[in-house]
Protein backbone atom coordinates (compact mmCIF):
# COMPACT_ATOMS: atom_id res chain seq x y z
CA UNK A 1 0.00 0.00 0.00
CA UNK A 2 1.69 3.43 -0.70
CA UNK A 3 0.29 6.55 1.17
CA UNK A 4 0.44 9.99 -0.18
CA UNK A 5 -0.31 13.29 1.62
CA UNK A 6 -0.85 16.24 0.10
CA UNK A 7 0.25 20.12 1.34
CA UNK A 8 0.54 23.16 0.67
CA UNK A 9 -2.82 24.11 -1.13
CA UNK A 10 -4.25 27.53 -0.22
CA UNK A 11 -5.96 31.22 -1.18
CA UNK A 12 -3.83 33.47 -3.05
CA UNK A 13 -4.81 36.08 -5.40
CA UNK A 14 -4.45 36.31 -8.81
CA UNK A 15 -0.91 36.57 -10.24
CA UNK A 16 0.64 34.93 -7.54
CA UNK A 17 2.12 31.62 -6.43
CA UNK A 18 1.79 28.19 -4.56
CA UNK A 19 3.93 25.26 -4.14
CA UNK A 20 2.08 21.60 -3.56
CA UNK A 21 4.00 19.05 -2.61
CA UNK A 22 2.98 15.54 -2.02
CA UNK A 23 4.98 12.63 0.16
CA UNK A 24 4.72 9.54 -0.67
CA UNK A 25 5.18 6.45 1.87
CA UNK A 26 4.35 2.90 2.08
CA UNK A 27 5.81 0.27 -0.49
CA UNK A 28 8.48 1.16 -2.74
CA UNK A 29 8.41 0.33 -6.34
CA UNK A 30 11.54 0.37 -9.10
CA UNK A 31 9.34 2.06 -11.98
CA UNK A 32 6.58 4.39 -11.42
CA UNK A 33 5.33 7.90 -12.36
CA UNK A 34 3.84 10.53 -9.91
CA UNK A 35 1.42 13.20 -11.32
CA UNK A 36 -1.08 16.22 -10.17
CA UNK A 37 -4.49 16.25 -11.14
CA UNK A 38 -7.19 18.61 -10.18
CA UNK A 39 -10.93 18.96 -10.04
CA UNK A 40 -13.07 22.19 -10.18
CA UNK A 41 -16.57 22.13 -8.72
CA UNK A 42 -19.11 20.75 -10.82
CA UNK A 43 -16.27 19.77 -13.72
CA UNK A 44 -14.29 16.08 -14.11
CA UNK A 45 -10.96 15.38 -12.65
CA UNK A 46 -8.12 16.78 -15.25
CA UNK A 47 -4.69 16.26 -16.06
CA UNK A 48 -2.04 19.10 -14.66
CA UNK A 49 1.60 17.29 -14.64
CA UNK A 50 3.32 13.98 -14.15
CA UNK A 51 6.80 12.91 -14.11
CA UNK A 52 8.35 9.84 -14.14
CA UNK A 53 10.54 9.54 -11.19
CA UNK A 54 13.60 7.46 -12.51
CA UNK A 55 14.36 9.93 -16.05
CA UNK A 56 12.57 13.26 -14.49
CA UNK A 57 10.64 12.97 -17.67
CA UNK A 58 7.56 15.50 -17.97
CA UNK A 59 4.39 16.33 -19.25
CA UNK A 60 1.81 19.15 -18.84
CA UNK A 61 -1.57 20.14 -19.70
CA UNK A 62 -1.29 22.80 -22.12
CA UNK A 63 -3.61 25.20 -20.01
CA UNK A 64 -0.41 25.21 -17.44
CA UNK A 65 2.63 24.71 -19.68
CA UNK A 66 4.79 27.58 -19.26
CA UNK A 67 3.64 28.80 -15.58
CA UNK A 68 3.56 25.16 -13.39
CA UNK A 69 6.38 23.18 -12.94
CA UNK A 70 6.64 19.57 -11.51
CA UNK A 71 9.63 18.33 -9.72
CA UNK A 72 10.67 15.64 -7.29
CA UNK A 73 12.88 15.35 -4.43
CA UNK A 74 14.14 11.46 -4.47
CA UNK A 75 15.32 11.63 -0.88
CA UNK A 76 12.26 12.68 0.07
CA UNK A 77 9.94 10.40 -1.65
CA UNK A 78 7.82 13.91 -2.59
CA UNK A 79 6.81 15.48 -5.39
CA UNK A 80 6.67 19.27 -5.81
CA UNK A 81 4.11 21.81 -8.18
CA UNK A 82 5.61 24.78 -8.56
CA UNK A 83 2.43 27.09 -9.38
CA UNK A 84 3.29 30.53 -10.87
CA UNK A 85 0.82 32.95 -12.36
CA UNK A 86 -2.45 31.65 -11.05
CA UNK A 87 -5.60 32.29 -12.51
CA UNK A 88 -8.77 32.01 -11.06
CA UNK A 89 -9.55 29.21 -13.02
CA UNK A 90 -6.72 27.36 -11.43
CA UNK A 91 -8.96 26.79 -8.44
CA UNK A 92 -9.62 23.08 -7.78
CA UNK A 93 -8.76 20.59 -5.72
CA UNK A 94 -5.68 18.96 -6.76
CA UNK A 95 -4.39 15.54 -6.13
CA UNK A 96 -1.21 13.69 -6.44
CA UNK A 97 -1.33 10.12 -7.43
CA UNK A 98 1.08 7.49 -8.48
CA UNK A 99 1.44 5.36 -11.80
CA UNK A 100 2.99 1.71 -11.25
CA UNK A 101 2.43 1.90 -15.77
CA UNK A 102 5.11 2.07 -18.07
CA UNK A 103 5.04 5.73 -19.47
CA UNK A 104 4.05 9.00 -18.11
CA UNK A 105 0.66 9.05 -18.90
CA UNK A 106 -2.34 12.36 -19.14
CA UNK A 107 -5.79 10.63 -17.69
CA UNK A 108 -6.31 9.29 -14.50
CA UNK A 109 -7.90 5.74 -15.25
CA UNK A 110 -3.27 4.51 -14.90
CA UNK A 111 -2.57 5.87 -11.41
CA UNK A 112 -3.14 2.99 -9.15
CA UNK A 113 -2.88 5.34 -5.61
CA UNK A 114 -4.70 8.91 -4.96
CA UNK A 115 -3.73 11.50 -2.10
CA UNK A 116 -6.54 13.00 -0.35
CA UNK A 117 -6.30 15.90 -1.99
CA UNK A 118 -5.90 19.73 -1.50
CA UNK A 119 -7.23 22.86 -2.06
CA UNK A 120 -6.29 25.47 -4.26
CA UNK A 121 -8.19 29.11 -4.46
CA UNK A 122 -7.53 31.61 -6.67
CA UNK A 123 -9.33 35.24 -6.03
CA UNK A 124 -9.81 37.72 -8.79
Known amino acids: QVQLVESGGGLVQAGGSLRLSCAAS????????MGWFRQAPGKEREFVAAIRWSSGSTRYADSVKGRFTISRDNAKNTVYLQMNSLKPEDTAVYYC?????????????????WGQGTQVTVSS
Open 26 to 33: GRTFRSYS
Open 97 to 113: AVDLSVGVHTTSLPYDY
